[in-house]
T-cell receptor
Framework: GAVVSQHPSRVICKSGTSVKIECRSL??????MFWYRQFPKQSLMLMAT?????????EQGVEKDKFLINHASLTLSTLTVTSAHPEDSSFYIC???????????????FGPGTRLLVL | GQNIDQPTEMTATEGAIVQINCTYQ??????LFWYQQHAGEAPTFLSY??LDGLEEKGRFSSFLSRSKGYSYLLLKELQMKDSASYLC??????????WGAGTKLIIKP
């Protein structure tokens, strides 16, 4: 299957600082990338969908000024958690769509996730 | 509205067979995905069905009935490493994935 990398895998930061997470599709071009958050023992929660070269579409309840998403190229999307607080501590997972069964409805492949701990 | 239903938890024995069911209701339909997620890790892609019938891939098979809005994931010759959550997701007319809450599969020796 297609490979998606995510960096860093784990980050600890102080409250009030900003953290940037990178998501890269390594062997395919991803026109669409997704950012999810998952709290322990809970379901994946879609935060936003980003298409290359355009503004991200945020799900209801997700603050776009707090979670800045940039999808500058077909292989890179970044999520910046601004002014992080302890309640932002979570497992953040990106996925990229492409490289799977044909057509626009291509498979989503997930990055390994980033575990964020805000102290 | 759009909805995915799958059991919360299932238990099976090593070496046995288990079937995880999923029913879906979506606005339009462009396929049904199954993902595996081990604790503390990101989901990994298992299968994709868009036509009715059974798709077999090694020990794992996935079935789809579009008329019934129903799919199942069949795991054979269960191994301890198969202990994980299995996520069912249906793709709607906008090519967006609608996720189920996942089925936690516990394998006992």
């Amino acid at each position: 299957g297609a490979v998606v990398s995510q960096h860093p895998s784990r980050v600890i930061c102080k409250s009030g600082t900003s953290v940037k997470i990178e998501c890269r599709s390594l062997d395919f071009q991803a026109t669409t990338m997704f950012w999810y958050r998952q709290f322990p023992k809970q379901s994946l929660m879609l935060m936003a969908t980003s298409n290359e070269g355009s503004k991200a579409t945020y799900e209801q309840g997700v603050e776009k000024d707090k979670f800045l998403i940039n999808h500058a190229s077909l292989t890179l999307s970044t999520l910046t958690v601004t002014s992080a607080h302890p309640e932002d501590s979570s497992f953040y997972i990106c996925s990229a769509r492409g490289g799977g069964p044909g057509g626009p409805g291509e498979t989503q492949y997930f990055g390994p996730g980033t575990r964020l701990l805000v102290l | 509205g759009q909805n995915i239903d799958q059991p919360t938890e299932m238990t099976a024995t090593e070496g046995a067979i288990v079937q995880i069911n999923c029913t879906y209701q979506t606005s339009g339909f462009n396929g049904l995905f199954w993902y595996q997620q081990h604790a503390g890790e990101a989901p990994t892609f298992l299968s994709y069905n868009v036509l009715d019938g059974l798709e077999e891939k090694g020990r794992f098979s996935s079935f789809l009935s579009r008329s019934k809005g129903y799919s199942y994931l069949l795991l054979k010759e269960l191994q301890m490493k198969d202990s994980a959550s299995y996520l069912c997701a249906a793709m709607d007319s906008n090519y967006q994935l609608i996720w189920g809450a996942g089925t936690k599969l516990i394998i006992k020796p």
